[in-house]
């Protein structure tokens, strides 16, 4: 089984910055994609970006050209570099990844457990 673990969600005041990283563990399997989603309190969960295993991405319109999504195939970890931070962006920051076992062909869609960004003065 894929799993995957997330890191790096803290406390930062507006206009400031954060890195979360993710990676996925386990054997025998290929990733299509990972992405970033988040679900802030009340509100369903939304995805923020995704990027497919040869570079192509996608973002939410609320964090463009302030949130990049990049990758590491080699170390099966995906990164979501966050800038000009909002308050609107606090939420807990779940990972995903979806691909196959490359011993059963069986698909696979894993996630992390979250972790928190709060952004606030």
């Known amino acids: 089984q894929v799993q995957l673990v997330e890191s790096g969600g803290d406390l930062v005041q507006p206009g400031g910055s954060l890195r979360l990283s993710c990676a996925a563990s386990g054997s025998s399997f290929s990733i299509y994609f990972m992405g970033w989603y988040r679900q802030a309190p009340g509100k369903m969960r939304e995805l923020v970006a995704r990027i497919g295993s040869i570079g192509s991405t996608n973002y939410l319109d609320s964090v463009k050209g302030r949130f990049t999504i990049s990758r590491d195939n080699a170390k099966n970890t995906v990164y979501l570099q966050m800038n000009s931070l909002k308050p609107e962006d606090t939420a807990v920051y779940f990972c995903?990844?979806?691909?196959?076992?490359?011993?059963?062909?069986?698909?696979?869609?894993?996630w992390g457990q979250g972790t928190q960004v709060t952004v606030s003065s």
């Open positions: 995903n990844a979806d691909g196959h076992y490359t011993d059963t062909g069986r698909i696979f869609d894993s």
